[in-house]
């Protein structure tokens, strides 16, 4: 990715963020604004994506969004906050993108535990 792509990634986050808290009205945003500014994440996302990712982790991490949707958009949003702060500097493959979903995987496993509470055993059957 081209430097100057990446800084026209962050001056149009930059400029989004400005209009979206300091300049906002005294009002809530209507419907519409707020469809629009969703509309346009995604495309952003979409856009950072298609740019970091090669084709075949592009297509691992659509199935694993069919499969996990919310881990899904965990990687995603991780790596587009890696692009914007500049440390990924070439295309993601299959192999590195497997790695950070390990990664991923392991900072949300949940241990599953299993207590067994025993009776105190009562003798008095061996009377």
């Excluded at 914007?84 to 070439?90: D, K, R, V, Y």
Aim: hydrophobic letters at 30%; charged letters at 30%; one cysteine or more.
């Amino acid at each position: 990715m081209a430097d100057d792509e990446l800084e026209a990634l962050r001056a149009q986050r930059m400029a989004q963020l400005q209009s979206q808290y300091g300049g906002g009205g005294a009002g809530r945003p209507s419907q519409e604004e707020q469809e629009e500014k969703a509309r346009q994440m995604t495309e952003m996302k979409n856009s950072i994506l298609s740019q970091v990712l090669d084709q075949q982790a592009r297509a691992r991490l659509n199935t694993i969004a069919v499969a996990k949707p919310e881990k899904a958009k965990m990687v995603e949003n991780m790596l587009c906050q890696m692009a914007q702060s500049g440390q990924i500097q070439n295309k993601i493959g299959e192999q590195q993108l497997k790695s950070l979903l390990e990664r991923v995987s392991e900072q949300t496993a949940k241990k599953t535990t299993v207590k067994f509470k025993r009776r105190g055993l009562d003798d008095s059957d061996e009377d």
